[in-house]
C-alpha cells in the first residue's frame, strides 16, 4: 500500500473502506477500454460516493509509454487523471514502434503544457528513476501486464468488465483504519 517515491494518484475518500490499485501503461488497449467503458460507472458508483479509495500507479511497458507517462506525471496534480486519459483515448495519434515526442506533446498541449515544459519533463531524473522505481515494485506484486488491479489486496488483470469489477469490491473485506 505505500505510495512510490512520486507518490500516488488518488481518487476518493482517504477513509473508504475499499482501496483499489490499478496499474496501467498508456500504451495499453485494454486500458484505454476500461477507462473508456468501465472506469466512468466505477467512479459514478463507487468513488464518487465514498466506498472506494483509487490509486493509479503506472507501469509502462515500451519506450513510448515510458516517456507519456513521464510527461502525465509533469502535468500539474489536479490534471493527472484528465491527461491519462486524453493519452488513453488518443492512442491511434501518437504510439507508434518509435517514439514520437511531437505526437506526445500534441496531446499534453491539450491540458495547457508548454513545449518547453515539456521538453524539461523528458529529462527529468526524479520522474524517470521514480517511474522505474513503481514499475519495480509492482513486477514484486505480480503485475506483469495492464491493467492490473489490487481490490483490498485482491489482484485481477486483463480486460475486466464492471460486473467482474463490482462482484471483487462487493467481496472484499473493508480495510481497518
Sequence with gaps: MAAGPLGDRVL???????????????TCPHCRNYHANVFPRLKREYIDTGKVRYIIREFPIGRTAGTAAIINRCAPEQKYLSVMESFLSRQPEWVSQEVRPDAIYSVAKSSGMTRETFDKCLSN???????????????????????????NGRKA???????EI???????PSQSS
Excluded at 488483470?157 to 460486473?163: A, D, L
Design 166 to 172: 463490482k462482484a471483487l469490491i462487493e467481496q472484499a
Design 125 to 151: 531524473q526524479t520522474i524517470i528513476e521514480g517511474l522505474t522505481e513503481v514499475k519495480q515494485r509492482g513486477r514484486q506484486f505480480g503485475v506483469i501486464g495492464t491493467p492490473t488491479f489490487f481490490i
Design 157 to 163: 488483470q486483463g480486460e475486466v468488465t464492471f460486473e
Design 12 to 26: 476518493g475518500k482517504p477513509t473508504a473502506p475499499i482501496t483499489m490499485i490499478e496499474y496501467a501503461s498508456l
